[in-house]
């Protein structure tokens, strides 16, 4: 089974930068849609950054020239760099894997997920 495990969450300053990371094991990825998802409380899940299986990626206009998404395919491992972080940023930041069409692809059409990383950005 598909194990995804998210780390590099925390707090930092509003205009500073943050990078999280998503280690994947159990399945092979090499046709794999990969993508971060993020959700504020009481909010739904928003996708944010995606990376389809031929290397093309997707932003959200929230993100968009902000952060981004990257793959080492060696060690199975998803990269999300963010910077001029603001603190509407805040929230649990999810990695997901799906095969198939990337984007535009809802939450609820990825069958994998971690279990998220914390980000806190402070005014």
């Known amino acids: 089974q598909v194990q995804l495990v998210e780390s590099g969450g925390g707090s930092v300053q509003a205009g500073g930068s943050l990078s999280v990371s998503c280690v994947a094991s159990g399945g092979t990825y090499s046709s794999a849609c990969m993508a971060w998802f993020r959700q504020a409380p009481e909010k739904g899940r928003e996708g944010i950054a995606y990376r389809g299986s031929d290397g093309s990626t997707f932003y959200a206009d929230s993100v968009k020239g902000r952060f981004t998404i990257s793959v080492d395919n060696a060690k199975n491992t998803l990269y999300l760099q963010m910077n001029s972080l603001k603190p509407e940023d805040s929230a649990m930041y999810y990695c997901?894997?799906?095969?198939?069409?990337?984007?535009?692809?809802?939450?609820?059409?990825?069958?994998?997920w971690g279990q998220g990383t914390q980000v806190t950005v402070s005014s």
């Open positions: 997901a894997v799906k095969g198939g069409t990337c984007y535009p692809q809802a939450s609820a059409a990825f069958p994998y």
